[in-house]
């Protein structure tokens, strides 16, 4: 619900404590124009596909990063275990088991459960999104045979050593999990 302020209230902040142990606000600027273009805080899973964090939510099984993908075909094909939330920042993908395109601007909603296998076109030089996964992927052969896993503990390893190798102090990583 939401109350309008009446013109002859003043404009007070809310005067009480916070709620104890609760987690600090994570504010990033920049995010849809630096970020896209600062190289240094992309972290490498392959050759061709990076990532960079928004925020590792350990405590309650989630991050939300960007995702680049720099060259087109098969990026992965993985069953989720929680649900996923994407919005296209840049370029075009779709899932080889389905009839729609994520394309620059949309937004696509992933079921937990679900099973797919990601593909970026071949006029698509450069693809970004945001993706918020709760849970993680398995990753799996075209039979669901498990080849390998991914949630937000893996991804603070990965970026931590990353960052660790570019010189960045512990703090960094720190800073971004919840």
Do not use: C
């Amino acid at each position: 619900m939401h109350t309008e302020v009446k013109p002859d209230e003043q404009v007070i902040a809310y005067q009480l404590p916070q709620v104890p142990y609760m987690s600090k606000d994570l504010v990033h600027g920049g995010v849809m124009t630096d970020w896209l273009e600062d190289d240094n805080l992309w972290v490498p899973a392959t050759e061709t596909v990076s990532f960079k964090p928004l925020i590792l939510n350990a405590s309650q099984g989630y991050y939300v990063n960007l995702l680049r993908v720099r060259r087109s075909g098969v990026i992965s094909r993985h069953r989720h275990s929680g649900a996923v939330h994407a919005m296209v920042l840049k370029g075009r993908w779709y899932y080889l088991e389905h009839d729609w395109v994520a394309e620059q601007g949309g937004y696509a909603f992933e079921p937990a459960g679900e099973t797919h296998t990601l593909f970026v076109p071949e006029d698509v030089p450069e693809m970004i999104t945001w993706f918020h996964v709760t849970g993680g992927y398995t990753y799996v052969d075209p039979q669901g045979v498990a080849q390998g896993y991914e949630d937000v503990f893996t991804k603070i390893e990965t970026a931590r050593r990353h960052y660790a190798s570019i010189g960045l102090p512990a703090d960094y990583i720190e800073s971004i999990i919840r």
